[in-house]
């Protein structure tokens, strides 16, 4: 039986809590290094707010378990190849982790909700919800939709520099006019993208894009027939807007 101490804790909790403190700070440790060719012992000790000489145990122990290795000059420490292993290990499938999300989108707009990947400069529809009216908007999964006149691909647009927006747009003949790329600027301000009749007559749609861990750009949209638009516009657009956070949760951005 574990023995209680004199802060009250017991010796088994104390060596949990202990083991948690370790984790997190191994695991500051991993984040400090992402995005770096390499940074010295002193550099993470500063990023991280810890001392040193605790920097330099914890790479030692990330080092053993090749989840950190040195630079090849031997002067910094970056990611190892078996962080990377972990992470190709732990690639997910973003349909099925958004599925939930899709539903209850769907049961609380009662209206079709929409997954789609931007590939090879098009949207492509990777999964979908029904929605419950008896009007509603719907698409084959597998149906290619394009970028500039599309609520999810106006979202996925936004995601990019303009330089790589530029480029994508030229690719489907349209010149990218400043009043183009005023739009794709008003996207990122409101973080929602809007397609009012523009693609196909009788449907509008509003559209969120985001990211996932692989720089893969996908966008959740709703579509929905214009003759209800005006009225659904704003609870669609809350709707969306609330599902930032908890995408962001998912994929771990």
Do not use: W
Not at 54 to 77: D, F, N, P, Y
Not at 204 to 212: E, K, P, Q, R, T
């Amino acid at each position: 039986m574990a023995k209680a101490t004199g802060s009250g804790l017991k010796v088994s909790d104390q060596g949990d809590r202990t083991g948690v403190q370790v984790i997190a700070r191994a695991a500051a440790v991993l984040r400090a290094l992402k995005g770096s060719s390499g940074m010295s012992l002193g550099q993470i000790a500063s990023r991280v707010d810890l001392p040193r000489s605790t920097v330099q145990r914890i790479v030692g122990a990330l080092q053993a378990e090749r989840l950190v290795i040195a630079t090849s000059g031997g002067a910094g420490i970056r990611l190892g190849p078996e962080l990377h292993a972990l992470s190709e290990a732990a690639r997910f499938n973003v349909v099925d982790l958004m599925r939930p999300m899709l539903q209850r989108l769907s049961a609380q707009t009662e209206e079709t909700v929409d997954l789609s990947v931007l590939r090879d400069g098009r949207m492509v529809f990777i999964d979908q919800v029904p929605g419950s009216h008896r009007l509603r908007a719907i698409s084959a999964v597998g149906e290619v939709f394009p970028l500039a006149i599309t609520a999810n691909g106006r979202a996925c647009l936004a995601l990019l520099d303009d330089t790589e927006a530029k480029r994508l747009l030229a690719a489907e003949g349209l010149d990218p006019t400043d009043d183009v790329m005023t739009k794709l600027a008003n996207v990122r301000r409101l973080g929602l993208a809007f397609d009012e009749d523009e693609h196909t007559p009788g449907i509008s749609a509003v559209g969120l894009g985001f990211i996932d861990p692989r720089g893969d750009r996908y966008a959740v949209s709703v579509p929905i027939p214009t003759s209800r638009f005006a009225q659904q516009r704003d609870r669609v657009s809350a709707a969306l807007r609330l599902l930032r956070e908890p995408i962001n949760e998912i994929i771990g951005r």
